[in-house]
C-alpha cells in the first residue's frame, strides 16, 4: 500500500522547477531588470550615465512631461491612430481569413503572400513608402497616370490626413499578422455547427454572427489587444514617414520619448516612458477584460 501512494505521488508530481530557471533569467534580464531600471531613472535628472552625476528629482520629470505643450498632441494622435488602425487590420484581417480559410487551389501561396509584409522591418517598409508617397511618388503617378489626377494628394505634408497615411502603412504590414490569429480561431471550429445550421435553415450572415464570430472571440481578442498596443507604442513606422511632421501634426507619444532622448533628457525620457506604459495599461486591460467576457465555452 505504501509502495502504491509512493507511486501514485510521483505520478502527480510536477516537472522540476529548475526546467524554468533558463527561461526566468531571460525574461529577468531582458524585461525585468531595464524595466525597473527606468522606473528608477525617471526619477533622476541624467545628462550623463555616471552614477556620480546623477540628480535625483522626484517627479519633476512626470511633471514635465505632463506639462509638455505637445503632450495634448501627441496623446490624440496615439489614439487617433490606435482606433484607425485597429479597426483597418481588424476588417481587413477578417476579410482575407474567412478568404484564405477556403480550400482551393492556391490558398497556401495566398497566405504567404499576404502575410509576408509582417516579417518586413518597419524602417525599411517606412522609407519605402515615404518614397511613394512623395507628391511626385509613385502613387500620386499612378493617379495621374490612370486618370485619378484629382484623388492626389501630398499624403506625408498635409497636416489634414498626414497621421492617416501613416496609419496605412500600419494597417498595410500588419493586416495579415491579424489575419493569421483569425485564421488559427477559423479552423479551430468544428464543421459540425455549420453543417447544424444549415439543417436549420442559416443563411450565411447567420452563420457568421451566431456561430462564427462567438466561436472565434478568443482569437478575436487576441487580436484586438495586439492591435491596440501596437498602435498606441507606434514610433518606428512615424518616425521613418514623417519625423513627427509636418509640424506636430503626427506627433505620437513614442516620438515625444524619442525627443527626449535624443535631446539628452534620459530621466524625462524614461519618465515618458513609464506614462506610456500606464496608458497602454488602462487601455489594453479594460479591452481585455471586456472581450474575455464576451468568449464562449465549446
Given at each position: ?8 505521488h ?15 533569467l ?28 546623477f540628480i ?40 482575407l ?25 518597419n524602417v525599411?517598409?517606412g522609407l ?14 499612378t ?8 484623388f492626389?494628394?501630398?499624403?506625408l ?10 496609419a ?33 435553415g ?6 457568421f ?77 479594460p ?12
Open positions: 500500500m505504501k509502495q502504491k501512494n509512493l507511486s501514485r510521483k505520478i502527480k508530481s510536477p516537472y522540476p522547477y529548475s526546467l524554468v530557471i533558463p527561461a526566468f531571460a525574461y529577468t534580464i531582458l524585461y525585468v531588470i531595464p524595466a525597473a531600471s527606468g522606473f528608477l531613472l525617471s526619477f533622476f535628472n541624467i545628462k550623463t550615465f555616471k552614477i556620480s552625476t535625483f528629482a522626484g517627479i519633476e520629470n512626470y511633471a514635465t512631461v505632463l506639462r509638455n505643450p505637445y503632450f495634448s498632441v501627441a496623446i490624440k494622435n496615439t489614439l487617433l491612430f490606435a482606433v484607425f488602425t485597429t479597426l483597418g487590420k481588424l476588417a481587413l484581417g477578417m476579410s481569413a474567412l478568404l484564405v480559410n477556403n480550400r482551393f487551389r492556391g490558398v497556401n501561396y495566398m497566405r504567404t503572400v499576404f502575410f509576408l509584409p509582417a516579417v518586413l522591418n525599411a517598409v519605402v513608402f515615404r518614397s511613394m508617397m512623395h507628391p511626385i511618388g509613385l502613387i500620386n503617378r493617379l495621374t497616370g490612370i486618370g485619378l489626377e484629382t492626389t494628394q501630398n499624403w505634408t498635409n497636416p489634414k490626413i498626414a497621421i492617416f497615411s501613416c496605412f502603412v500600419e494597417i498595410w504590414k500588419w493586416t495579415g499578422y491579424t489575419m493569421v490569429i483569425l485564421l488559427a480561431g477559423l479552423q479551430a471550429i468544428d464543421s459540425t455547427y455549420y453543417e447544424a445550421a444549415e439543417l436549420d442559416a443563411n450565411r450572415q447567420q452563420k454572427y451566431f456561430i462564427t464570430l462567438p466561436l472565434i472571440m478568443p482569437s478575436f481578442n487576441n487580436a484586438v489587444v495586439i492591435s491596440i498596443v501596437g498602435g498606441l507604442k507606434v514610433f518606428d513606422i512615424v518616425q521613418s514617414l514623417t519625423n513627427g511632421g509636418p509640424g506636430n501634426a503626427t506627433s505620437v507619444f513614442g516620438t515625444l520619448i524619442y525627443s527626449s532622448f535624443s535631446s539628452g533628457n534620459y530621466g524625462r525620457g524614461c519618465a515618458a516612458s513609464m506614462i506610456l506604459t500606464i496608458f497602454v495599461l488602462l487601455i489594453a486591460l479591452t481585455n477584460r471586456f472581450l474575455s467576457g464576451k468568449e464562449v465555452e465549446l
